[in-house]
């Protein structure tokens, strides 16, 4: 199924794609999220990802960090679901369009996705882990 992964990791707290800001009469992005979306595609750069051409797998795993609750507690966090805003899917935006032009040409490349939110273990650092790969002709 699939072929040629390639991988990735960028450092700190996840981010989120905003909604849309309009000014006279415009649509535009903000500056947070336009930001994250420049991180996302420095990283995959430096990390040497390759355009892929065809159709694209990908998987966004967001780490935020360990729940202050949980750090005060004797007993070690060792991570977990996070089912709290931001969502997901909003992760997932950022990441597929700052990664435009880099590892694909266009995000509707992506034709299997998979986002998880999570909570990093006490001692981790945040982080987003981001797996692509080239997706055989065959579909499942």
Same mark, same amino acid.
């Given at each position: 199924?699939?072929?040629?992964?390639? @991988?990735?990791? +960028?450092? &700190?707290?996840p981010?989120?794609?905003?909604?849309?800001r309009?000014?006279?009469?415009?649509?535009?992005?903000?500056?947070?999220?336009?930001?994250?979306?420049?991180?996302?595609?420095w990283?995959?750069?430096?990390?040497?990802?390759?355009? +892929?051409?065809?159709?694209?797998?990908?998987?966004? @795993?967001g780490?935020? &960090?360990?729940?202050?609750?949980?750090?005060?507690?004797?007993?070690?966090?060792?991570?977990?679901?996070?089912? @709290?805003?931001?969502?997901?899917?909003?992760?997932?935006?950022?990441?597929?369009? &700052?990664?435009?032009? +880099?590892?694909?040409?266009?995000?509707? !490349?992506?034709?299997?996705?998979?986002?998880?939110?999570?909570?990093?273990? !006490?001692?981790?650092?945040?982080?987003?882990?981001?797996? +692509?790969?080239?997706?055989?002709?065959?579909?499942?």
């Amino acid at each position: 199924m699939k072929k040629h992964t390639q @991988s990735f990791t +960028i450092p &700190g707290k996840p981010g989120a794609k905003g909604r849309p800001r309009f000014a006279k009469g415009r649509a535009y992005t903000d500056t947070k999220t336009a930001n994250y979306e420049a991180l996302v595609g420095w990283y995959a750069r430096d990390a040497g990802v390759q355009k +892929i051409s065809g159709a694209v797998g990908i998987v966004v @795993s967001g780490y935020w &960090g360990c729940p202050k609750h949980k750090e005060r507690k004797g007993v070690p966090y060792t991570g977990g679901w996070k089912t @709290s805003r931001p969502d997901g899917d909003n992760l997932l935006k950022a990441v597929l369009d &700052g990664l435009n032009g +880099i590892a694909y040409e266009d995000d509707a !490349q992506a034709v299997d996705s998979r986002v998880r939110t999570l909570f990093a273990a !006490q001692g981790e650092e945040p982080r987003v882990e981001v797996w +692509i790969c080239a997706m055989d002709e065959e579909t499942e």
